[in-house]
């Protein structure tokens, strides 16, 4: 006697399961654009190394026989994966079954997912589309009775953040516990136009007399990547999958191990000349702080997140003499580079993801404080900037910065971090004190510009005092800059600082919780 009537009836239920919703389902998702959950993995990760747990589990009709009938798969695919060599846990919704809702999943699988990524300390990658787990009307029918809410298994979503890397994608209109699966990630990308994001849909949202709106208008790319609540938006999923792939190349397995140090080609003694202009002398004209960050990190390595919110601080991941490490500047085309409300709670997630996954931070300081004014203070942006300098001081990894031009204020105090010793280098275009001399000049001398019969010929003089009081090489007088270099010498010495932070990185828990 063998097993072959069960070994084809197994290939029977796999091969139904890989129909997922029928052929009218799967060509609707063609139709608007989006590839289907078995597509996206196999494109994701690397050929063949897919690995589905759970395939079987689903909806079964059977005749009064106990023949097997018809068979509609859980909505939720997963399994173990490798992208780049790198194992990884991959999971998606199915959104030709019921459209990702609860109405056909098995809560097990998605536990499974999530539980396995956590205790075999894996990535993460979620590919969303649809509810995400969330339930529907439905749902109370079939049950025959209603529930109060509580999320099954969220801890060990929450686990996850201070475990290994997640990734969450959303591929399509997300919404509810969906939407939460997506920020509750280290990184998020959502696709341009194909996908929405929305706490509950325009249904709910007219009901609730909220308005009548479209999902475009309630969760559109370009609400959630301008508010902070989705990292970076995609023109297509395949740039999506890119995007998810180049994060997780910075990122160690999990908090046990140190990121991956890369071969380096670019030399580390490599001097831009432009880098001599790339700051005006005048210190009310701006420049692009993009092309500097590129010209001093490995070529081609600095991976922005989150450039569409919190704009006046730029903030990403590059690599030093092959060295992963994480950045943040200011940017003084944007407020001047002033911190504002949004640009501090990016900053707290910039350096909590730098202590969880042991990246040494540098920052390229070019900062004139806080930005002030009635629409700051209404933003509570002293609230955000305390919080933001909380993080970064607590931030338990290697640092350095580089001082361009400005540090001003208590935001402009970060470009040293307390009771650490770190290295740091000041451009001959560094200006710093407690406030910009320009702003408080006519207030410090008001009594004796007052009594001035030549009012702009005496406070003319009253600048060209200070401007030589301000240089920079009169604080290295008294070490408090350590070194004033010359800004083609800056990935030289940044490359050598970044051999010697690697060395001292260890692979230790960080001593709080990464913040979602």
């Known amino acids: 006697m063998t097993w072959e009537d069960e070994l084809s009836e197994l290939k029977l239920r796999s091969q139904l399961a890989e129909k997922m919703g029928g052929e009218e389902k799967v060509a609707r998702q063609h139709e608007f654009g989006k590839l289907t959950i078995r597509e996206r993995i196999d494109t994701f990760v690397d050929s063949e190394s897919f690995h589905e747990i759970g395939k079987l589990a689903g909806v079964a009709q059977y005749d009064d026989d106990g023949l097997l009938q018809e068979f509609t798969p859980s909505n939720f695919v997963f399994g173990t994966a490798e992208v780049e060599g790198q194992p990884i846990i991959v999971s998606g919704d199915d959104f030709t079954v019921r459209g990702g809702s609860a109405d ?63 990734v969450a994608l959303a591929l399509g209109s997300v919404a509810g516990i969906g939407a939460a699966r997506v920020a509750t990630a ?58 998810a792939k180049k994060f997780l190349s910075y990122m160690p397995e999990n908090v046990d191990q140190l990121p ?42 600095f991976f922005e997140i989150g450039r569409k919110w919190g704009r006046s601080i730029i903030t990403g991941l590059a690599r030093l003499d092959g060295v992963p490490v994480a950045v943040f500047a200011e940017d003084p085309m944007i407020y001047g580079g002033a911190w504002t409300s949004d ?24 900062c004139p404080g806080f930005l002030i004014g009635k629409q700051s203070e209404e933003n509570a942006t002293i609230r955000y900037g305390a919080q933001a300098l909380a993080a970064f001081g607590q931030a338990s990894v290697p640092f350095c910065s580089v001082v361009v031009r400005k540090a001003f204020g208590v935001a402009g105090a970060a470009n040293t971090k307390p009771g650490n010793h770190h290295f740091r280098f000041a451009w001959p275009s560094g200006d710093w004190g407690s406030l910009p001399i320009e702003g408080g000049i006519e207030v410090a001398y008001k009594a004796e510009l007052a009594e001035s019969d030549d009012y702009d010929g005496d406070l003319a003089k009253i600048k060209e005092r200070l401007n030589r009081v301000r240089s920079p090489f009169r604080s290295a007088e008294y070490f408090e800059i350590e070194e004033i270099i010359d800004p083609r010498d800056t990935r030289p010495n940044l490359c050598r600082w970044a051999n010697l932070a690697y060395g001292a990185l260890k692979p230790v828990p960080a001593s709080f919780t990464y913040r979602p």
Request: proline content about 5%.
């Open 260 to 301: 991956t140090r890369h071969s380096c080609d670019d030399p580390q003694n490599r001097r831009e000349d432009f880098l001599m202009q790339a700051v005006p002398k005048d210190p009310r004209k701006v420049y692009k702080m993009r092309p500097v960050i590129e010209a001093v990190m490995d070529k081609g390595s």
């Open 186 to 243: 280290h990184y998020s990308v959502i696709v341009k136009d194909t996908a929405q994001m929305m706490i509950a849909g325009p249904a709910l949202v007219d009901w609730a007399s909220q308005g009548d709106v479209s999902k475009e208008e309630l969760g559109a790319s370009k609400i959630h990547t301008r508010n902070g609540a989705i990292d970076d938006e995609a023109a297509t999923e395949h740039e999506a999958f890119d995007m």
């Open 343 to 366: 640009s501090c709670r990016k900053l707290i997630r910039h350096c909590d993801l730098a202590s969880t996954f042991h990246l040494p931070l540098v920052h390229l300081v070019d």
């Open 104 to 166: 056909a999943s098995i809560a097990g699988k998605r536990h499974q997912a999530e539980g396995l990524a956590v205790e075999l300390k894996l990535p993460h990658v979620r590919l969303i589309d649809g509810m995400g787990g969330g339930g529907s009307v439905k749902t109370i029918e079939m049950a025959g009775r209603t529930y109060i809410p509580a999320v099954a298994g969220w801890e060990t979503v929450v686990n996850q953040l201070a475990t290994a890397p997640s």
